[in-house]
């Protein structure tokens, strides 16, 4: 961290001695304030539920900058990596903070294929749920499971099990996803085959069967591997930092990775891409676009509790750079699929038309986000609502490791442990049940 020549002055109202605050600069975006001596010296926390004003860490991975609608991974532009990269190179990338030459990509792709197929006794762990359990609640159980079954790779502050670990994650998250999809329409699982690519395996286990096979098709391939792109990695987000926390108690990769599945899976996170398209097919069911303005009324009333799902962010107070790639994606697939008169997509036009032109979304700065339209496409490709979130979580997986890493190779890495204003009752004594 770069120190700052300007310091901040902590004052109190109060005369109670001020403080010298020292502040770090970033090689972009805003200055941090140094506050970790401040209760030492004070006795006073800082108070920011939410984090809205807390940066949890320094970091080299992910940069965004909200207000113009910009997203670089290690510096490079969200855009350019998902229009001249696979998501592979994107992985590499994120986990080593270079894109891989020729060489080191054919070595980093051939190291994950080579750890797609997972312990067949995990069909055996997924048999216990049940059929209509949802994606999410699976993965979740699935990906905590691999701690059981890769008891090689779970001590964290080995290097060499941090590695092994976070390949065997981004190489068979597919797998279990896939697995989860079967186990829950009743096919037998299709085990990956490593000759097609990593999306394109995973295309292939999600819609070949035993008696037919699925020939990847390029756009489809392409539409699917650019999700796993704008979705590999996204700052402090609240998966990320639960990861993070997760793992600063020094517990095994998996477990900390489960824990981030568990956090994605809240509508206000990654389930908002399921709840998107619920919303559309609600509109649509109600009467399509001639139902768009009540809609909008209901959103804007604050007793209805209703919100315009893939809309609005915590960070981008701009069009969400992910948003986007994803409406230019969602072109080409309806087009690939001939699905291009699709109503829900147009419902999805007239709906973002509107709410950018409607004070309400200006004056807050609501502008689409990336699952606005990822919904879309992924039901375009065949994939049923239930299985949106765990395909985020597939792909975010790396963006979780390479966080992880990062924060277990701090110098400065400590046990996360907020603290808190306490307002609850002073000591009080136990009464005898009598006089309660
Ligand atoms: N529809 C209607 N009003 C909204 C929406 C929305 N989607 N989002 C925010 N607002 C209003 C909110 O009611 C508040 O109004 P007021 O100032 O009058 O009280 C104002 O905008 C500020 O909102 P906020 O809740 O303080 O903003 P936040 O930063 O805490 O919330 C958010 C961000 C993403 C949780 C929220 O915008 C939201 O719930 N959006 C819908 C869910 C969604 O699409 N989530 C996906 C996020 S992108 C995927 C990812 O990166 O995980």
Redesign the pocket.
């Known amino acids: 961290m770069t120190p700052s020549d300007v310091k901040a002055t902590l004052s109190f109202s109060d005369g109670s001695p001020s403080m010298e605050l020292p502040l770090y600069k970033g090689s972009i975006g805003p200055d941090v304030i140094d506050i970790r001596k401040l209760y030492a010296q004070t006795g006073k926390f800082t108070y920011d539920p939410?984090f809205l004003s807390t940066a949890s860490c320094n970091s080299t991975i992910t940069y965004i900058d909200g207000d113009k609608g910009e997203l670089l991974y290690r510096g490079y532009p969200i855009e350019q990596l998902a229009t001249q990269c696979d998501f592979l190179e994107t992985c590499y990338l994120l986990l080593k903070g270079e894109l891989p030459n020729a060489e080191q990509r054919t070595d980093f792709t051939k190291l994950v294929t080579n750890h797609t197929m997972v312990n067949e006794q995990m069909q055996f762990f997924l048999r216990g749920f049940r059929r209509d359990a949802h994606p999410m609640a699976v993965m979740t159980g699935l990906v905590g499971a691999l701690s059981a079954f890769y008891h090689d790779s779970t001590d964290i502050t080995n290097p060499q099990h941090r590695e092994i670990s976070a390949i065997r994650l981004i190489a068979k998250m597919p797998t279990l996803v896939a697995m989860a999809y079967k186990y829950g329409i009743g096919q037998p699982f299709i085990y990956p085959k490593n000759s097609l690519s990593y999306s394109a395996n995973f295309m292939r286990m999600m819609f070949a069967t035993p008696c037919e096979e699925y020939e990847p098709d390029d756009v489809l391939v392409r539409a699917i591997d650019r999700i796993f792109i704008l979705h590999a990695d996204?700052e402090q987000?609240?998966s990320t930092s639960t990861v993070r926390l997760c793992g600063s108690s020094g517990t095994n990769p998996f477990a900390a990775i489960a824990a981030g599945v568990a956090c994605l899976w809240g509508?206000?996170?990654?389930g908002?891409n399921e709840?998107?398209l619920n919303m559309l097919k609600d509109i649509q069911r109600q009467g399509g676009v001639e139902k768009i303005g009540e809609f909008i009324k209901q959103?804007?009333d604050?007793n209805s509790n209703v919100?315009?799902?893939?809309?609005?962010?915590?960070v981008y107070k701009n069009y969400?750079p992910r948003a986007k790639l994803m409406r230019e994606t969602c072109h080409e697939v309806l087009q690939a699929t001939g699905l291009h008169d699709d109503p829900l997509f147009k419902l999805a036009m007239a709906l973002e038309k509107i709410a950018l032109e409607d004070d309400?979304?200006v004056s807050?700065k609501?502008y689409p986000?990336?699952?606005?339209y990822s919904g879309i496409v992924q039901s375009a490709l065949g994939i049923p609502v239930s299985l949106f979130t765990a395909i985020f979580a597939l792909a975010r997986t790396v963006g979780w490791i390479a966080q992880l890493n990062e924060m277990i190779g701090d110098p400065e890495y400590k046990i996360g442990r907020p603290r808190q204003l306490f307002v609850g009752s002073v000591a009080r004594n136990v009464k005898p049940i009598g006089e309660r």
């Open positions: 939410g996204h987000n609240a509508p206000a996170h990654g908002a709840a998107a959103v804007k604050k919100k315009l799902m893939g809309f609005g962010h915590r969400d309400y979304f807050r609501l986000n990336v699952d606005f």
